[in-house]
């Protein structure tokens, strides 16, 4: 619990200094966000044994599209050691580009994640992102490739996925559908995952739905509730 108090801690911290970053620094800007979600589901799977947990980021992001941040959640205890203590909370670095070309928006970048009083569990992965837009509808398609370490069971990773959104300025929602196939450490058999869900604005908040499922997991309904800065 305390690693989850630290990560809102210090994405409030970064809020608060916002307009003081913005003037100061040029070129370089910060965005971020803090809430919770009712069950922390990734690529279908879930990683608080359908817990609410706490959940931040916060980036630092340059006008020729350079970017690095930090990311975190709160988790089920995981990699248990020979102590019987394993992380309770998620904590990625990232860092990367994202611009446009060709009329397509591309994010390459690279994601170490680490899981603080986890045992053998940290693991580097390394995502890419080709989006486009047209009209209110957005289609983006994207790869995470994880090679062989400690982390990922001594196996290479892949998840592959499409998502679309369609969120006309008339509507008060936006909806979204996503699909995915991981095959490798952490999906030793393959394993293919989707959610369809809706988000609306609310005064400073962000809130959300999904329905989320996989062929390996049951299926679940998750809320979210995010303030961005």
């Known amino acids: ?50 817990d609410p947990v706490l959940q931040g980021d916060a980036t630092l992001l340059h006008a ?20 019987g203590d394993g992380a309770e909370i998620e904590v990625t670095l990232y860092a990367g580009w994202a ?5 397509f928006d591309i994010d390459l970048g690279v994601w170490s994640n680490l899981y603080p009083d986890g045992d ?32 990922t069971g001594d196996e290479a990773d892949t998840w592959v996925w499409t998502r679309a959104e369609y969120a ?27 959610r369809i869900g809706a988000k609306a604005p609310l005064g400073v908040f962000t809130l959300g739905v999904d329905w989320v499922d996989s062929d390996t997991e049951d299926n679940a309904v998750v809320a979210s509730v995010f303030w961005d800065f």
């Open 1 to 50: 619990m305390i690693y989850r108090v630290i990560a809102a801690s210090l994405a409030a911290l970064l809020a608060s200094n916002v307009p003081v970053l913005a003037q100061e620094a040029g070129p370089w800007s910060v965005e971020g966000r803090i809430g919770a979600v009712s069950d922390y589901r990734d690529r279908g799977y879930t990683l608080s044994a359908g």
């Open 64 to 83: 020729s599209g350079l970017y690095g941040g930090v990311w975190a959640s709160g988790i089920e205890e995981y990699g248990v050691g020979p102590d």
């Open 99 to 103: 611009g446009s070309a060709g009329g």
């Open 120 to 151: 053998e569990v940290n693991y580097v992965e390394f995502p890419l992102q080709i989006g486009r837009t047209f009209g209110d509808a957005t289609f983006t398609t994207g790869v995470v490739w994880a090679p062989s370490q400690t982390g």
């Open 168 to 194: 006309p300025e008339a509507w008060p929602v936006s909806v979204h559908a996503m699909i995915g196939h991981e095959d490798g450490g952490f999906a030793p058999d393959g394993k293919t995952d989707w």
